[in-house]
């Protein structure tokens, strides 16, 4: 059975978050906890990653979100990625830009360098933590799908996206799709299918 793992950016994902309505409604997927939330090193954060893919085993997924998609970056520079099957990247906040946070460190600068697995990046057109341009730029350094979904704000609960089943289909077509065969297309041609009803239209 493949494994979920949850990787929230800063200051964690409240319960009105998808990440966490995700993670209530499937046992497959659990949430990686923080030490510190509000002023991490990325160090640590890397760690605790580290830990909870020793326990998952194999072929697990991440789902990560905002900051938690530059500790994905960070962690995969000293990885051979055998242990990860995919990645789901929404929201990369860019912890070069001016108004990230004060208080976490060792996030900048943001690795740019191609992921091990295959993943895709989830961007939003008015973003205030990620232009367009940067959260491209990420994608493309990363080896990474790129899918742009409109005005979004920084996809999270203030989005009102509730269970956003598009964005569980691109997990899903992460979770069925062997490595070779991913591709923008095959996850795309998921979006009209039959979400699971566990997380209904």
């Known amino acids: 059975m493949t494994r979920t793992l949850i990787l929230p950016g800063l200051y964690n994902s409240d319960p009105g978050h998808w990440q966490s309505r995700w993670e209530a409604r499937d046992e497959t997927i659990e949430r990686v906890i923080q030490d510190d939330w509000e002023t991490p090193h990325c160090a640590e954060w890397v760690a605790r990653l580290d830990q909870a893919l020793e326990r998952t085993g194999p072929e697990t997924l991440l789902v990560a979100h905002s900051a938690g998609c530059a500790l994905v970056a960070h962690w995969a520079v000293g990885c051979s990625g ?25 996030f900048a600068p943001m690795p740019l360098v191609r992921l091990p697995f295959p993943s895709v990046v989830v961007a939003s057109s008015n973003d205030p933590f990620v232009t367009v341009m940067r959260a491209q730029a990420f994608a493309t350094a990363w080896g990474s799908e790129f899918v742009m979904i409109g005005e979004a704000g920084h996809i999270n609960s203030a989005s009102s996206l509730g269970d956003w089943p598009e964005g569980f289909s691109l997990l899903r077509a992460l979770r069925e799709t062997r490595e070779r065969d991913f591709t923008l297309t095959t996850a795309m041609s998921l979006r009209d299918s039959e979400v699971p009803t566990l997380f209904p239209r």
């Open 82 to 106: 055998g242990r990860v099957r995919g990645a789901l990247l929404v929201a990369p906040s860019d912890p070069e830009a001016a108004n990230f946070p004060s208080g976490p460190t060792g």
